[in-house]
């Protein structure tokens, strides 16, 4: 069985190495990582597990909406989800 401490904690290695910096907000049985680019602009990653976990991400603020300043900011964004995901992943 997954344990979703163990998805959290391989998130939150994989911030640390980039040097982003991490907070965590529990939601119940679900569990948020907020990877901080910039103020008011960050990745927010849903981690939820049962028998399975879903991983969900989300850019911007915390409505997940973004303002013209931050476009370039997405590219950086991709690149690190991918990151995330590439390490989730193995």
């Known amino acids: 069985m997954v344990n979703i401490n163990d998805i959290v904690d ?27 680019l910039s103020e008011d602009f ?14 969900e991400y989300a850019v911007g603020d915390e409505n997940f909406t973004f303002k013209p300043s931050n476009i370039e900011q997405l590219r950086r964004a991709v690149a690190i989800i991918e990151k995330l995901n590439e390490n989730l992943t193995k």
Do not use: M, P
């Not at 939601?27 to 990877?35: A, F, H, N, S, W």
């Not at 960050?42 to 991983?55: K, P, Q, R, T």
């Open 10 to 36: 391989r998130i939150v290695g994989t911030a640390r190495e980039l040097g982003i910096a991490v907070n965590i907000e529990e939601y119940g049985r679900e569990k948020v990582v907020i990877l901080e």
């Open 42 to 55: 960050g990745i927010y990653v849903s981690v939820v597990c049962n028998n399975e976990c879903d991983i």
